[in-house]
């Protein structure tokens, strides 16, 4: 089969841990006989660089005529000062708004090799195996007013957390079309004790809760949830969360799996379904890293794990996917590991033999 795919490495390791997904998506295409026409488009820093805008209209051409997306990360020091007419993240926001990519899905799976690279009690996060679903079009990145201004006392600024009745329907339930494809529980997550906005999320997902009778819902608050996620991980399924609670719980969740590097993502416009490809954009849910930038160190397992995701829900190659998943669970069984998740008595790799050893367990199966 033939398919075209937008690749956006964007900038720092966003470039390195790109070059190695690219890698095994042709190993993934010779083994399986599928062509991927990959188009490369520029995003974020780069591209504020060499047109001035964080999102050119060329990249967005590109991602428009594409069946998925692969994005790497965006940002950087360089494009840091507070005063600058635009971000790097712009461009992020910016295309995940133009595409209609409301949903992003970010699982969360403890590699039973790697519980005792964290922080936390490997009887707490053995067996760890979730996912959130971050509302990701809405909410106080995008609501207005979004403003700085001077007043006679001093400055001041404003974001809004807005959401209307029909955009906390649809994420809501994506949360409960995929909690029925797992444990049958879904967490929506809200600080409804507080905000207004929350207050009408957690009245919606009450009332969506009546289309599906079949799936328990539990509402929990953000503060809750976060103290959760360390003290019991194992209690949570599905859960389902606005934008700015979404962003920041899923950093917090990464370390139950070792590292930013490990935990993938997938943006996408609808529910995904068994059998019907869904556009999407797929990135890591780390950023550039500009520290470690082109020094051959960065994981490149949560951007390969994400073209995993890519393979099952926007080209309907769940086989491919598996083969993905497999050979990263293959290559970490034999010990193999970048400085994020390197433990004792392991073999250290960088971004670029990892890249090299997953290929080559595709190809082996
Ligand atoms: P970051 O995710 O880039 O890095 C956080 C920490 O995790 C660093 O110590 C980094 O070295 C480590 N890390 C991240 N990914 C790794 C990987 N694949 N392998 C090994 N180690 C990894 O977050 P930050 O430092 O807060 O932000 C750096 C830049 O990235 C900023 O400009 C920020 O705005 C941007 N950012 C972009 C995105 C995105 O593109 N989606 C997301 C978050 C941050």
Redesign the pocket.
């Known amino acids: 089969m033939q398919f075209n795919i937008a690749v956006l490495p964007?900038d720092?390791?966003?470039v390195d841990?790109c070059t190695e997904a690219v890698k095994v998506l042709r190993t993934v295409g010779k083994k399986y006989g599928h062509e991927f026409k990959l188009k490369e488009g520029l995003v974020?820093g780069i591209a504020i660089d060499e047109t001035g805008e964080p999102l050119p209209k060329e990249t967005l051409k590109i991602c428009r005529i594409s069946q998925a997306v692969m994005?790497?990360?965006?940002?950087?020091?360089k494009?840091?000062d507070p005063n600058a007419k635009t971000r790097?993240?712009n461009g992020?926001l910016e295309l995940r708004k133009k595409m209609g990519l409301f949903a992003n899905l970010r699982p969360v799976k403890v590699f039973p090799m790697l519980i005792n690279g964290t922080n936390l009690k490997p009887e707490i996060i053995d067996g760890v195996d979730f996912i959130f679903i971050r509302e990701l079009t809405g909410g106080l990145y995008f609501g207005k007013p979004k403003k700085r201004w001077e007043t006679a006392g001093g400055r001041k600024a404003v974001d809004s957390m807005l959401y209307s009745e029909q955009e906390i329907d649809r994420i809501v339930r994506v949360g409960f079309e995929l909690a029925r494809t797992r444990g049958k529980k879904l967490i929506s997550v809200d600080k409804a004790n507080v905000l207004e906005s929350s207050r009408l999320w957690r009245t919606v997902a009450m009332e969506v809760a009546g289309d599906y009778p079949d799936v328990e819902i539990e509402h929990m608050l953000v503060d809750a949830c976060a103290m959760r996620i360390i003290q019991n991980p194992k209690y949570l399924d599905v859960l389902v969360t606005e934008n700015t609670f979404g962003d920041i719980l899923t950093d917090e969740a990464s370390m139950l799996a070792g590292?930013?590097?490990m935990l993938a993502s997938a943006s996408l416009a609808g529910v995904p379904q068994e059998g019907k490809a869904i556009p999407g954009l797929y990135?890591?849910?780390?950023?550039?890293?500009?520290?470690?930038a082109g020094l051959d160190?960065?994981?490149?397992i949560?951007?390969i794990l994400s073209t995993a995701m890519m393979l099952r829900y926007s080209l309907c190659l769940n086989e491919e996917a598996k083969a993905v998943e497999d050979a990263v669970e293959s290559v970490l069984n034999h010990g193999y590991r970048?400085?994020?998740i390197m433990d004792e008595g392991k073999t250290k790799v960088g971004t670029a033999r990892m890249g090299d050893l997953i290929s080559k367990a595709i190809e082996e199966k």
């Open positions: 964007g720092g390791i966003g841990v974020g994005l790497g990360a965006v940002g950087g020091t494009w840091d790097p993240e992020l590292s930013m590097g990135e890591p849910i780390h950023g550039s890293a500009p520290r470690r160190m960065a994981n490149p949560a951007m970048t400085y994020d």
